[in-house]
Structures are given as C-alpha cells and as structure tokens.
C-alpha cells in the first residue's frame, strides 16, 4: 500500500515562491513515474510536472521555466520548487505515484496512480 503525503502550501504573494514536497512511504517502486497535479475551482484536474526513476522530467507549457521537480531517492521525497508564482497558479495541489509503465507524450505515463490528500496554494495578486 503506497502512502503520499504532501506539505509545503501556503499563501504567497505574485511573483513569490514556494516549495512543495511529498513524502511516499509504503510499496518500493523499482521503477516509477511520480508527479504533481493541480485543481482549481470549477476545472479539471490538470497533469503540472512529471519525474521518472531515470530522471526524466517533463513539464506543462504554463509552468515551464517557473517550476522544477525533482526526486530523492534517499528520502522516498518528491519536490515541487515553484518560482516566479501567479494567481493563475492558485490551486490544490496533488502528489501522484505509479509503477513505470512507459512514455507518452513526452512525459512518464500514470496509470491507476497514487494520491496524495493534497495541499493548497493560493497566489494573490
């Protein structure tokens, strides 16, 4: 049973940053896709960043140059190191984590993935 916990919301002005992280405790992948979703109010759930066991990155056009995921192994912990942040960024923010299972697009694919609760951030203007 995987477990994702994530911290690190908050509420910050326009153009400040935050550091998002999710702790994954539970079954050891030996090879994974994690990442990080979003959800604002009344829209769809929406794919952020990804990261795979080799280190592959990938990123939504909006976030790009702003945002930078990374892993450690160690730790079992994903970041979310999030710069330069708008209002259009406010949203809840959810850990995600499967077993590798190939490439699509570019990015890692999820398939019946892991959830995190979520945690919330909010950018005023």
């Known amino acids: 049973q995987v477990q994702l916990v994530e911290s690190g919301g908050g509420s910050v002005q326009a153009g400040g940053s935050l550091r998002l992280s999710c702790v994954r405790s539970?079954?050891?992948?030996?090879?994974?896709?994690m990442g990080w979703f979003r959800q604002a109010p009344g829209k769809e759930r929406e794919g952020v960043a990804a990261?795979?066991?080799?280190?592959?990155?990938s990123y939504a056009d909006s976030v790009k140059g702003r945002f930078t995921i990374s892993h450690d192994d160690a730790s079992n912990t994903l970041y979310l190191q999030m710069n330069s942040l708008t209002p259009e960024d406010t949203a809840l923010y959810y850990c995600?984590?499967?077993?590798?299972?190939?490439?699509?697009?570019?990015?890692?694919?999820?398939?019946?993935?892991?959830w995190g609760q979520g945690t919330q951030v909010t950018v005023s203007s």
């Open positions: 995600a984590a499967t077993p590798f299972i190939g490439v699509v697009g570019g990015s890692c694919a999820f398939r019946g993935n892991h």
């Open positions: 539970g079954y050891t992948y030996i090879s994974y896709c």
């Open positions: 990261i795979d066991s080799i280190r592959r990155t």
